[in-house]
């Protein structure tokens, strides 16, 4: 069965910086929209990056410019490199991938267990 782990979570200071990741197993992540979601505390989760097959990203607008999505295909695992870190990126991190190539189509269908970060003012 498809799996995804994330790794990579920490408590980092404001300003700080952290890069995340998710190794999957079973699941080619060149060939399917990825995506990286987060909950914070007591918040609804949210959408933070996707990549789709063709290596087109998209990004929430509160960590534009200070977030990359990326991947690896020969290690087959997708990062989430985070710089600028703020309180407001408290959060757990999870990794997510479609049945499809593209991100606007379908619903994600696997999951990771996430990875928790913690940012200090």
């Known amino acids: 069965q498809v799996q995804l782990v994330e790794s990579g979570g920490s408590s980092v200071q404001a300003g700080g910086s952290l890069r995340l990741s998710c190794a999957a197993s079973?699941?080619?992540?060149?060939?399917?929209?990825m995506g990286w979601f987060r909950q914070p505390p007591g918040k609804e989760r949210e959408e933070v990056a996707t990549?789709?097959?063709?290596?087109?990203?998209l990004y929430a607008n509160s960590v534009k410019d200070r977030f990359t999505i990326s991947r690896d295909s020969i290690k087959n695992t997708l990062y989430l490199q985070m710089n600028s870190l703020t309180p407001e990126d408290t959060a757990m991190y999870y990794c997510a991938a479609k049945s499809s190539n593209m991100c606007g189509l379908g619903t994600y269908n696997y999951w990771g267990q996430g990875t928790q970060v913690t940012v200090s003012s």
């Open positions: 990549i789709n097959s063709g290596g087109a990203k």
């Open positions: 079973r699941l080619t992540v060149s060939l399917y929209c």
